[in-house]
């Protein structure tokens, strides 16, 4: 792991699944160079939380009670595209969520990124033994 990400949360949760949450340490400022963005593999998260690797991953809100995709797009309404972030950019291209990312994990090792003091849950689904 960075030295500027912490596991904050690891559950079991009914059923197949664990929600994992991850935060970044530092505020803006706070450091030189551990301020900066962490970005990192969520594959690596289950390997230092002695996982297995899930089938999928859902990104949820901070609080764990809906899907970020879903509070977003009640948030946005027809403004929000699947993709997902925050508000239109000023030239109407992606979205952003201010200084957050907000991007769903991206690659075959399910990058994210996390910004100054962020905090991301994740819901990790596994297959039925």
Do not use: C
């Not at 079991?12 to 963005?37: C, F, I, M, N």
Request: proline residues 9%.
């Amino acid at each position: 792991l960075p030295p500027n990400v912490a596991i904050l949360t690891v559950e079991k949760q009914p059923g197949d699944s664990v929600l994992l949450r991850v935060g970044h340490r530092y505020g803006l400022g706070e450091d030189a160079k551990l301020s900066k963005d962490a970005s990192l593999p969520l594959r690596t998260l289950w390997r230092v939380a002695r996982l297995k690797a899930p089938v999928s991953v859902e990104e949820l809100s901070l609080t764990a009670n809906q899907p970020k995709l879903a509070m977003l797009a009640r948030r946005h309404g027809k403004r929000f595209r699947s993709s997902y972030g925050g508000a239109p950019d000023k030239d109407g291209g992606g979205y952003t969520a201010g200084r957050l990312h907000s991007e769903p994990p991206a690659g075959p090792m399910m990058r994210v990124t996390l910004a100054p003091l962020q905090i991301r849950t994740f819901l990790l689904h596994y297959a039925s033994e």
